[in-house]
């Protein structure tokens, strides 16, 4: 086979191809393999308006940001994970570098129980065991999920597929 004209998992990722595999969990490199499933997801936003995902300005923004950063994070995109307080779980399907919510929802966050705004935060596909929605949770109120129990969420498919071991995988969309 030749060699110079395999394109590796980084340039497919650069190029909105790749499989959102979080392979070092340093935010540098995160940014340019998770950069592409950013700009997927931001396109199925554009398309439907049924998840609260971010618009695709945004979502560029946040992972520019993300790379001057450099920052590590502690769980990857596809990572199942449990609130360390509040009864809900799900899987992580975009992370933020630092706090990148509204004022208003940080406004809403009591006081003496705000987590810093200084390390990075998750969007989680959640669900509890009334209902399912997306979360946006700090990394230090999350712990990894442990139990096995699968996950129920009506968006999983968009975003994920099983693997053979039944870890998630992060799906490649078609860009718009």
Same mark, same amino acid.
């Given at each position: 086979?030749?060699l110079?004209?395999k394109?590796t998992? +980084?340039?497919q990722?650069e190029?909105?191809?790749?499989?959102g595999?979080d392979?070092?969990?340093?935010?540098?490199?995160?940014?340019?393999? #998770?950069s592409?499933?950013?700009?997927?997801?931001?396109?199925?936003?554009?398309?439907?308006?049924?998840?609260?995902? *971010?618009?695709?300005?945004?979502?560029?923004?946040?992972?520019?940001e993300?790379?001057?950063?450099?920052r590590?994070?502690?769980?990857?995109?596809?990572?199942?994970?449990? #609130?360390?307080?509040?009864?809900?779980?799900?899987v992580?399907?975009?992370i933020?570098?630092?706090?990148?919510?509204?004022?208003?929802?940080?406004?809403s966050i009591?006081?003496?129980?705000?987590?810093?705004?200084?390390?990075?935060?998750?969007?989680?596909?959640?669900?509890?065991?009334?209902?399912?929605?997306?979360?946006?949770v700090?990394?230090q109120?999350?712990? *990894?999920?442990?139990? +096995?129990?699968?996950?129920?969420? *009506?968006?999983?498919?968009?975003?994920?597929? +099983?693997?053979?071991?039944?870890?998630?995988?992060?799906?490649?969309?078609?860009? #718009?």
């Amino acid at each position: 086979a030749d060699l110079a004209s395999k394109k590796t998992e +980084k340039d497919q990722a650069e190029e909105g191809q790749g499989e959102g595999k979080d392979v070092s969990h340093e935010w540098g490199s995160l940014l340019q393999i #998770h950069s592409g499933l950013a700009a997927r997801r931001a396109c199925v936003h554009c398309a439907s308006q049924r998840s609260p995902l *971010p618009p695709c300005a945004g979502a560029a923004l946040a992972y520019i940001e993300a790379d001057m950063k450099n920052r590590s994070a502690k769980f990857g995109i596809g990572t199942v994970v449990k #609130h360390r307080l509040y009864p809900f779980r799900g899987v992580i399907f975009d992370i933020d570098p630092e706090f990148s919510n509204t004022e208003e929802w940080w406004n809403s966050i009591p006081a003496e129980s705000r987590p810093s705004r200084d390390q990075p935060f998750y969007h989680l596909l959640a669900e509890n065991s009334d209902t399912e929605y997306v979360a946006y949770v700090s990394e230090q109120n999350l712990l *990894p999920d442990e139990s +096995k129990e699968p996950l129920r969420h *009506p968006q999983l498919s968009e975003f994920f597929t +099983k693997t053979r071991g039944g870890q998630l995988k992060a799906r490649s969309l078609n860009m #718009h």
